[in-house]
């Protein structure tokens, strides 16, 4: 076996061993590939389950947790859905293959415009990538079916609720930046909105207003 795809076969096996175990996400997760997505000097880590750096003092966060985010989200092939923080576009563009229509947002420009460009060579042509403060959501393209925030606030940003239909789901982390978050599932009922709560995690923050380069 080459080392890529002996590599390859232990990324999976190692995405299995902690929790991800949905078909369809695991699929999505051997089709992308992660190194397109990592500065050239970090390609060689790609396929290890560890959070990177990214431009912008970001991290591209670890697969094992992005596998199960998407999970999480109990995805259809129908499904419209809102990211909030593109980063390097690498969760952006899983969702991309098991869903109808990705929207995606960042404050910072540059990662928008560099995910952008990946999302182009990939030809992942159902993702629309905006510079935005996502705390806000996307008035324009609400409702959402599902809502995947992948920067921690104290709590679910009311806009996102507001922009969820009744049925979505939304995941999150919440809690202060500096300490252990938690993961949580919101589902929108009729009456009102169930909590969850998933695992503990660790994100950079949901920081309001827009990058400074922009
Ligand atoms: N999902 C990304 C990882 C995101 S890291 C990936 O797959 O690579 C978190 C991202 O959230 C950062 O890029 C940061 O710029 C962005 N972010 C933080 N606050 C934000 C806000 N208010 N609106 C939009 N994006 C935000």
Redesign the pocket.
Known sequence: MSDDAERKMQFLYALRSRGVTDKAVLTAMEKIDRAA?IRHYFTDRAYDDMPLP?A?G????QPSV?GLMTQALQLSPRDKVL??????????AILSQLVRRVYT????RR?VLEAREVFERLGLVNITAFT????HGLPDQAPFDRIVV??AAEDPPGPLLAQLKIGGIMVLPVGQSDTVQRLIRVTRGEDGFDYDELRPVR??????GM?KET
């Open positions: 997505f990214i912008c970001q991290t591209i966060s992005v990211e909030i923080g593109t980063g390097s576009g690498y969760q952006a947002v960042d404050r910072h990662l935005a403060d996502g705390s992948t920067a994100f950079v923050p949901l920081v309001e990058g």
